[in-house]
């Protein structure tokens, strides 16, 4: 069963005065980590000898850089997905942070090492832990299901991306887009050369119509949706990332590739993603075939495929491949 944790901050002061309508709490229940920040009024902080300093500043004086982001209108949720990440999910977390997202939503799926230790010092972040694994990319769907931004943003913890990478797939998405994906198309090598999860990429987008796209696919990361994308294509059909794209499209949605950001070079290598045929190929082969399954399922109802539209397919995919 999973279970939710979140960071809980102190009791206000009139709480914790005898008399309130809370009940009394001493002043020692209230202690928090060391380095986290002192609670009470800016009087008691000073008080404390913990100078009153906005982030940015609290950046400057520590010598760490100081990165300025374009101003957002919607807010931000961060969902990150991760197995046995204690690694790099600490330095993962203090880029996203950097956003100043609205929450950070880390699903811990079967994790057997210190991610959940390490995940808890950072104070924004709201745990899910399942004991057991779910099942790959069922992360997604249930921080999508929790969240409450208007832009969310998708991760793995197996790699940390700079803030200032991550930060093009958010303001694409305040900017309009719904679906901002991962340019892969300039690491990849010619189509000849390409291994089947790029081919079923291709073809997936071809047989959308958006040959355009390239490879790019909700099925890598880093990719942000808006909230009314979230709406139309369901949380449930996260779980299968190549389906969710294919609905994003046929319904219309603004499908758009938002930045390049080399997760193949930092991609951490696995027992099941290695190696021609390996489990994990063999799952995005099957997730593309379900998207397919979509796709020839509207054409049914809807618009059927003709000759002249399979040739011009043909053609978008000929001149991509050519074009590497």
Known sequence: MAKIYRTVPAAPAQDRRSGGKGPAVRKQAARRPVGSRAAGSRSKRAAAGRPLRSRTRQAAASGRAVLAFPARRGALSVIISARNEERTLPKLLEQVTLLQPLEIIVVLNGC???????????????????????????????????????????????????????????????????????????????????????????????????SDLGASSMTAVPHALSRRALQVIGYRELMVPPKAQAISILRQLRVEKAGAVDVIKHNRLRQGNTGTGNAMEQLIAGDHAEALVQVLEQHRTGVQLSEAHLLEQRRQLAAWRNAL
């Open 112 to 210: 057997d090492d210190r991610s959940f230790q390490r995940t808890r010092l950072c104070r924004q972040a709201t745990v899910i832990h399942i004991p057991e694994s779910a099942g790959h990319d069922v992360g997604r769907s249930i921080g999508a299901k929790l969240s409450r931004g208007d832009i969310l943003l998708f991760l793995d913890g197996d790699m940390s991306i700079p803030a200032r990478q991550l930060a093009g797939f958010v303001t694409a998405v305040d900017g309009g887009v719904d679906v901002a994906l991962n340019n892969l198309d300039p690491l990849l090598p010619s189509f000849g050369l390409s291994d089947a999860v790029t081919r079923c990429k291709l073809y997936l987008n071809s047989a959308l119509g958006r």
